[in-house]
Each structure stands twice: as structure tokens, then as C-alpha cells.
């Protein structure tokens, strides 16, 4: 599979509902953008990335990682 290139990689903190889902949605309309959706939960994360990846029909620019971010175990800083 060919390396694909993005100019924005973009991280959207909280992104498994409200405000920050619809943000993650419409960026990764954009093939240009390579979008980084972040929740607690993995499976909150998980079906959040299968939602967008069923409304725009595309599965190249869209990700996801799980971690709650208060932890400092978490984000790799000790």
C-alpha cells in the first residue's frame, strides 16, 4: 500500500461526542487532513472512528487513541 501524505495531522482532545465529534467529522471530510480522535473510552474511540469513517467513505485519514489524559501514566510522562 502506498505511503499517503497529509498536510495536517490534527489531535481533537474528547472527540467521542458533542462539539469535539462533529469537529473530528469535519475535518476528516477534508483528504488533506489526517485526524487523531481521542476519548477515555476505546470503544467510545472505536465506534466514533467507524461513525466518521461511515459518513465520509473514507478510511485512510482517520485514527484514534484511548487515554485519559489526567494521568500522567497515560500521556508517557514521569
Known sequence: MPV???KRTILI????DGIGKQTALDLATHPD???IVHGRSEEKCEATREQIIKET???ANIDY???????MKEVGVF
Open 4 to 6: 499517503q501524505s497529509f
Open 13 to 16: 482532545t474528547g472527540s467521542t
Open 33 to 35: 487532513n489526517y485526524v
Open 57 to 59: 467513505g473514507n478510511r
Open 65 to 71: 487513541i484511548a487515554a485519559d489524559l489526567s494521568i
